[in-house]
């Protein structure tokens, strides 16, 4: 339990759906003609960010993770992630996070008939850049002074 009286467990959270509603937010105000590049574009900053914060406050390594499309319906689709990290005793654990419902016409056609026939689709998430890293360390540098 922290000083503040939530538990870490909490915190984690809440820190998922903050993430969540703002790839959330950027999705829904993208525009309708989003392809899977853009998709990726929209979402790398900002799990590239929780990764960064999952393995500072755990002191932890960002070993790999998918990021998910799933079809609901004609209409609506979701988007989540799955992030997998080694711990100091090398034990792997896992962070996930869905989108609530988005709507499927903000994809392009050729995204939305891909979705339709396959119902999923999944991207790895790739170890965020050398010069992201850097950018994250200098902004937590300065604001530690």
Known sequence: MGKDGITVG???TAGKE???NMINELIEEFRPTMTLEDLQRVYTKTIDEV???EEDKSNSRYVGGEFNLDCVGEKSYTVGYK???QNEQKKIFELEA???ELNIAKLSDKVRKQLA???NI???IPEPSQSARDKHNSENFSRVK
Request: aromatic letters at 20%.
């Open 98 to 100: 869905k989108s609530r």
């Open 51 to 53: 990764i960064f914060k």
């Open 122 to 124: 999944k991207f790895e």
């Open 18 to 20: 903050v993430l969540m």
């Open 117 to 119: 026939e396959e119902k």
């Open 10 to 12: 909490e915190a984690i």
């Open 83 to 85: 992030l997998f990290f």
